[in-house]
């Protein structure tokens, strides 16, 4: 079946963010951005810092407000969900963010930020934790990591438990803003690697965060290329980097090649 014939897991239809700042101009953060993201596919939004990437990783994930356009998950309209319809976005919608350490509480265990999401969708204590632990496995770790304090691991190691995380609640879209722009280029492939096959044992949707085109070529199937908080270019992966259609992009790769 052909893309054109299924529903997407996420569309951005026309999405903007203007940040209000009294007594300075409105900032335009994305302008008109639009794409989407498939079952088992991994998209990624690339761009210079500034470009918006991030505003939309935050709109996507409902973390901030959507300014106008929308944002469509599994084809239901989830721009200006509040309260229970919220929280359910979160339960589809998981994110790995650029400082894993950052993202944990550090006077609690890893395992402790794993198992809290589940639990508080009404999954008891032992399952969760069995899942916890099988989940650490799957993503590389050994099963102590549970007891564990994000100060106690390294930076890798944690992005790892992250993802442990964020696969606990079982999504349709995982968001990854930057997830491996702070670790090193070995620890990078790995967690690259790793991300490529979660996505294609169960599935799920994948969109990769990244101002490295070179990196999104090992993983990605399709490229949207940000510039100016615009979207100047999308296509598959291999096109864009082989034959790209906007002087951004080519900007970009002159960059990395």
Do not use: W
């Not at 894993?100 to 204590?125: K, Q, Y």
């Not at 070529?217 to 096109?239: F, L």
């Amino acid at each position: 079946m052909s893309n054109a014939d299924r529903v997407p897991v996420l569309a951005v239809r026309d999405l903007c963010r203007v940040f209000r700042r009294k007594g300075f101009d409105d900032a335009v953060a994305v302008e008109g951005a639009s794409f989407e993201v498939y079952a088992g596919e991994c998209v990624g939004l690339v761009g210079e810092s500034g470009s918006g990437k991030s505003t939309i990783a935050r709109m996507v994930t409902r973390l901030i407000d959507v300014t106008s356009g929308q944002v469509l998950l599994c084809g239901r309209d989830i721009t200006r969900v509040r309260g229970a319809k919220r929280r359910a976005v979160y339960e589809s919608v998981q994110m790995v963010f650029q400082d894993p350490a950052g993202s944990f509480d550090p006077r609690r265990t890893l395992g402790a930020g794993i198992v809290e999401g589940p639990m508080n969708c009404g999954v008891d204590t032992s399952e969760a934790r069995r899942c916890a632990l099988d989940l650490l496995v799957r993503c590389g770790l050994p099963k102590d990591m549970m007891d564990r304090y994000p100060r106690e691991v390294s930076g890798g190691q944690c992005q790892r438990v992250a993802i442990a995380r964020a696969l606990a609640m079982q999504p349709d879209l995982l968001v990854c803003d930057e997830a491996t722009s702070a670790l090193d280029v070995t620890v990078q492939r790995q967690i690259v690697q790793l991300l490529d096959d979660i996505r294609r044992d169960t599935g799920m949707a994948l969109l990769f965060i990244c101002h490295d085109l070179a990196l999104v070529s090992q993983i990605c199937d399709r490229v949207v290329v940000m510039g100016q908080h615009r979207v100047v270019e999308v296509g598959p992966t291999v096109d864009v980097i082989n034959n790209p259609q906007s002087e951004h992009t080519r900007r970009l790769l002159a960059a990395v090649l």
